[in-house]
């Protein structure tokens, strides 16, 4: 039977590209030079702004949660901790990104939203390829390498799209850079979906309980206390 956590990264995909594309249809077309405009162009005000603050913190913190059950699913299966380790560090400062994106509106200060906005398309590209190499070195279920594979082409498509939105950025072609950036977002947000594929064969869950055993000095030093909580995060 699948694990329930097949839906995380499909909702999460699902809800950041419909946020998006919310932000585009609400934005007012007055103050756009080119259509589709860039992402913080449409969010430039409101209502857009508010709606894209709100999806961009909600979708940081799903990415976050994403990157940690990876992790978790990752921990005992690979050879090189330390590439796991890195992969969840580079994902959650993505996520950084997207939270300073996010909260400081591009209307307000429009080089930090821009530094956010780079953050996280530069460190999600990392991930990107990073989980490439390690899909393939892992071969989950035997379906590293078709896995890998679908991978491998989503992170060459968001490599070029990228190259192409700053070069045609920096020539002045605003129109068609802002297309690669749509897409290139587009792209990610589909490369995070296939990890529904890896996460329903594992059920990740809380246990919570009642007390935790403590060492035989920390007992006598807390002897008053009678009762503690403690959360464990298992995955089996």
């Avoid at 585009?24 to 080119?34: G, M, S």
């Avoid at 530094?115 to 190499?133: A, E, H, K, N």
Wanted: proline share 4%; hydrophobic share 50%.
């Amino acid at each position: 039977m699948w694990s329930p956590w097949v839906l995380l990264p499909l909702i999460y995909s699902v809800f950041t590209a419909a946020g998006l594309w919310l932000v585009y249809h609400v934005a007012p077309t007055d103050i756009w030079y080119f259509d589709p405009p860039y992402i913080g162009n449409a969010a430039y005000t409101q209502p857009g702004s508010c709606i894209f603050g709100g999806v961009m913190n909600v979708s940081a913190f799903m990415g976050f949660i994403i990157a940690v059950l990876r992790y978790r699913q990752l921990k005992h299966r690979m050879d090189k901790p330390w590439l796991n380790i890195s992969s969840l560090v580079v994902l959650s400062f993505a996520c950084v990104g997207m939270l300073i994106t996010g909260n400081v509106p591009f209307s307000v200060n429009f080089r930090i939203a821009d530094i956010g906005s780079y953050i996280t398309f530069g460190l999600g590209l990392l991930f990107c390829w990073m989980q490439t190499y390690i899909t393939l070195k892992v071969n989950l279920m035997n379906e590293g390498r078709k896995v890998g594979f679908i991978r491998f082409l989503l992170s060459a498509s968001i490599t070029v799209c990228m190259i192409l939105y700053f070069y045609l950025m920096f020539q002045d072609f605003h129109m068609n850079a802002a297309r690669c950036q749509w897409v290139m977002v587009m792209l990610l947000l589909v490369f995070f979906g296939t990890f529904a594929i890896e996460f329903r064969h594992d059920h990740f869950y809380i246990e919570y309980r009642e007390s935790c055993e403590n060492p035989s000095k920390m007992s006598e030093m807390f002897s008053d206390v009678s009762k503690s909580n403690c959360v464990t995060f298992v995955n089996p």
